[in-house]
């Protein structure tokens, strides 16, 4: 069930921020303090010459990575949510911050240093604005197939960037393939001395991980390194060194706003990024052994975090910064358990901006450069590779076609990519989703696949179909296709169609049109369609929709259990076949009038025993109703006129029926014309035979002579055939056609419900509601359909409590002869008649699909009266009309 919170809450938790690691610090435990200091001396030893080398990667110079990580590692560990994540200067926004501020700076390196820590100030403004927002869920928008193949580009591209650094071979080009080819060209410029060292730091660095992963390898390296650089004077042989590290705290850096809209698209690329590494890094940690913590990672805080430790990072000279992977996962390995080690590690820095900078003036170049390259190298993720290749193809393609983005279209354009096949391939499987026929498998319970099922098998006439996926507009159609193939699938023929929504938990109005669709498509065919497995939250679109009137209250079920009880019962009381002659109903929707009448009249709040308002007892009833498809043979002639009108002919009777008006419909229909053109002739012995009006045979009868001729006038228009001006005639007998036999039993079925008020004293019964419910084919002409139902109804009505047949003893015949003593209830009498019907087309029947419509009101009308007044009462009438006497006797009786 959703819950709705106070919304007064929710806002001021969401311009008010909170402040996780202050709570971690007034309960800190002291037993936890060993471990977290020596996990932030080993850090602070690994991230010193890492965040150096880093920001040479962002071409700034290696002091700035120092002062970056100063605010960062403060900020953090007050208003970080994951209380493990190591937050700085991070390889992939270093390569994005060069890859922005470069071509803005030209040249110049204070206007770079300025640029860039404008851009982190940029990235933590639009952080701290996604905060805001609650915007933590765009992190999602990146499957772990794209993160891979996205970091692989990305430490590619950091490994081609260090190619000087570690060969000293003049490298051009601002792309990834561009710089390889000029790498490979220069290649015979390469220092023999710059490549030896670069190697040797190589071999020690992977070595080291490999057999003494402990030891942190970066900075035993960058030791040994300036050690050699100092011993052997390697300047001297062409070995770049870092030179002087200022010394000092960082300074204040304003921002260089007038770059403002220059920089706001490239942030956005940063601030992704940087993000998603952020939250799957802390997801990833938090699952590690953190059971029984307390913690718990908040998105939305991840944001605020990050927003605020660019802003601390981009005022003090810095550049954007996000999360180290690699030293999260040193403090984890080292004993760290809270940001107290981040706190630790930030200290040693400090320590080295104020007096132990002048150590690292000698620090190899190549060695930096080889520090990037061990780092980026861990960055690719084999294993990652290898496990989607086993799991799935698709999502091996997926990963290696980010890579090729990231590097085909550098690093900024690569996000977009992979935001976009992460979006792509999301809609992919939702938009084509898994779906199932379900049925019953021996010794399981529930309903299951039966594809994954060799034993499962259907209920008879029943398809259960389940499509595994939000329903909207990018799968409506496929939902359809899919749904009506499954119904087509069946080896009996299908009675009931179940849709089991327990997976389309969301639904969009185009979705619902196509459910609807489904509906009336399923309808038209004869199939019941049910909905089971219906949450609330669904529920109450379907509600909106007005998909819940449509498919009926009686047919949404809560459970399969209940659908399938549900169909059986409907089994075990809809026959398939007329009882008298054995043959198929052409169509049989009498359930569905009695749903949908039972909706309307509000049956479900029908007491057990009638009630009494004072001396009055009401009581309601219901009964069911069948009349058959009578069709006789008649003739029409169709003719079209010199002046784009037509004229149909045909003996039939109008006594108020509507029948001109209906002749003038189907023949409109099929002739693609405008009704106004149609002229009706009727009523006169000259004119094509017709037929008597009577038995609900009129329409069926005259209106398939009229189809046929104009069916055939058309087909001859059509093909080109002028119209002379005399006009263009054509005929129809469809005798042969109707006096064939019939391979379907034809009915039109109603329901009827009654609410009636009995006097207890007089016995007098008066009619307060009657409403009908009808199938009885397509309805051709709904405005005089309606007033025949309702006069159907009312002569039903009239048959129950007035109708009387009196032999006259002294004349011998029916004193009820005339139409002077022949009474008819009349709207006076009943305040609320209402007629309605079920939309079906029964082309078994007619080319129209129509049935006749003047008897189905009135049988069934009386029945329900009566057993109204036995709901009131007591009394159950065998004989019409319902006579005072014989209640009032009954009344009285004991």
């Not at 705290?249 to 304003?254: A, D, I, Q, T, V």
């Not at 005929?731 to 009636?756: I, K, M, N, P, W």
């Not at 305040?831 to 006749?852: C, F, L, N, T």
Request: charged share 20%; net charge negative; with cysteine.
């Amino acid at each position: 069930m959703a819950r709705h919170g106070d919304g007064t809450g929710r806002s001021r938790r969401r311009f008010v921020p909170a402040v996780p690691g202050a709570t971690v610090l007034r309960g800190y435990r002291r037993g936890r303090l060993r471990g977290d200091v020596v996990a932030g001396l080993t850090v602070a030893a690994y991230l010193v010459p890492q965040v150096m080398a880093y920001a040479g990667v962002a071409g700034l110079p290696p002091v700035a990575g120092l002062w970056a990580i100063l605010p960062a590692i403060g900020v953090y560990a007050l208003l970080g949510s994951s209380r493990l994540l190591s937050v700085g200067p991070e390889s992939t926004t270093a390569l994005m911050t060069a890859t922005v501020v470069g071509p803005l700076a030209s040249g110049d390196p204070g206007r770079y240093a300025v640029l860039a820590a404008t851009l982190a100030v940029v990235v933590g403004g639009l952080c701290l604005m996604a905060w805001a927002l609650r915007l933590g869920f765009v992190a999602d928008l990146l499957s772990k197939p794209v993160l891979i193949g996205y970091l692989t580009g990305v430490a590619l591209i950091m490994m081609v960037d260090q190619l000087t650094k570690l060969t000293g071979v003049p490298v051009t080009g601002e792309r990834f393939l561009p710089q390889l080819w000029s790498f490979a060209r220069h290649l015979p410029e390469a220092n023999a001395a710059t490549t030896a060292l670069s190697a040797a730091a190589l071999l020690f660095l992977f070595t080291t991980a490999r057999f003494v992963p402990r030891l942190p390898a970066p900075l035993v390296a960058i030791v040994l390194g300036t050690a050699a650089v100092a011993a052997f004077d390697l300047e001297q042989h062409g070995i770049d060194t870092i030179g002087a590290i200022p010394g000092g705290l960082p300074h204040f850096s304003w921002p260089d706003l007038g770059e403002l809209d220059r920089l706001v698209l490239p942030a956005v690329g940063v601030l992704l990024v940087g993000y998603t590494d952020m939250i799957l890094t802390a997801r990833a940690f938090a699952s590690e052994g953190s059971e029984g913590s307390g913690e718990r990672l908040d998105a939305d805080q991840e944001l605020l975090a990050l927003g605020s430790t660019n802003l601390g990072a981009g005022l003090l000279s810095g550049f954007p910064v996000s999360s180290s992977a690699s030293r999260t996962a040193l403090a984890r390995s080292t004993g760290g358990r809270t940001q107290v080690y981040s706190l630790t590690a930030g200290a040693c820095v400090l320590a080295v901006l104020l007096f132990l900078g002048p150590l690292l003036g000698d620090l190899p170049v190549p060695v930096l450069g080889a520090v990037v390259v061990f780092a980026a190298v861990r960055m690719i993720d084999l294993a990652g590779f290898r496990r989607l290749a086993s799991f799935r193809r698709r999502e091996l393609v997926l990963a290696i076609a980010c890579t090729a983005g990231v590097l085909a279209l550098d690093i900024l354009y690569g996000v977009l990519v992979a935001v976009a096949l992460s979006v792509t391939e999301l809609l992919s499987r939702v938009a084509r989703p898994h779906d199932a026929v379900q049925g019953l498998v021996p010794g399981l319970a529930g309903m299951h696949d039966v594809d994954d099922y060799s034993k499962a098998r259907t209920i008879s006439g029943l398809v259960v179909y389940r499509y595994d996926s939000p329903l909207f507009f990018a799968n409506a159609e496929d939902f359809r296709r899919r749904a009506l193939a499954a119904a087509d699938d069946g080896t009996a023929p299908v009675r009931w169609f179940v849709l089991n929504t327990e997976a389309n938990v969301e639904v969009d109005i185009t979705a619902l049109d196509s459910v609807d669709a489904l509906r009336r498509e399923l309808d038209r065919r004869g199939i019941v369609f049910a909905v089971a497995r219906v949450k609330q939250d669904l529920r109450d679109q379907l509600d909106a929709y007005g998909l819940t009137e449509s498919v009926g209250q009686g047919r949404i079920f809560p459970t399969l259990p209940t659908a399938v009880e549900a169909y059986r019962l409907w089994c075990d009381n809809e026959p398939d076949t007329e009882p008298d002659s054995g043959r198929p109903f052409s169509s049989r929707h009498l359930a569905e009038c009695l749903r949908e009448g039972a909706h309307r009249f509000g049956w479900a709040g029908r007491e057990p025993a009638g009630r009494a308002e004072g001396r009055l007892l009401v009581g309601t009833g219901v009964a069911a109703s069948t009349y058959p498809v009578l069709i006789t043979p008649a003739a029409a002639e169709v003719r079209a006129t010199a002046d784009g009108t037509f004229e149909v002919r045909v003996n039939a009777t109008d006594i108020g029926t509507g029948a001109r008006t209906v002749l003038a419909v189907i023949a409109a229909e099929v002739l693609a014309a405008p009704v106004e053109r149609i002229t009706i002739e009727i009523g006169r012995s000259d004119l094509p035979r017709g037929g008597v009006a009577g038995g609900s045979s009129g329409t069926s009868s005259w209106g398939w002579a009229v189809h046929a001729a104009a069916s055939e006038l058309a087909h001859r228009l059509a093909a080109g055939t002028p119209v002379p001006a005399e006009g263009l005639s054509a005929s129809a007998d469809t005798r042969e056609l109707v006096e064939q036999d019939a391979e379907y039993a034809r009915h039109a079925f109603g329901a009827q419900f009654a609410e009636v008020q009995v006097d207890r004293d007089t016995g007098e019964v008066r009619l307060r509601r009657l409403l009908g419910v009808f199938a009885a084919g397509r309805i051709l002409n709904p405005l005089t359909a309606r007033s025949q139902l309702l006069g159907g109804m009312v002569m039903g009505a009239s048959m129950a409590l007035l109708e009387d047949s009196t032999m006259d003893p002294l004349f011998g015949d029916h004193a009820e002869r005339d139409l002077a003593s022949y009474h008819v209830a009349v709207n006076a009498d009943v305040p609320d008649v209402q007629a309605y019907w079920i939309d079906e087309r029964d082309e078994h029947v007619s080319p129209m699909g129509s049935k006749g419509i003047g008897e189905i009101g009135i049988v069934g009308t009386a029945a329900a009266i009566a057993n109204a007044v036995h709901h009131a009462t007591g009394v159950r009438v065998r004989e019409l009309p319902i006579g005072v006497r014989a209640l009032v006797a009954r009344l009285d009786g004991p």
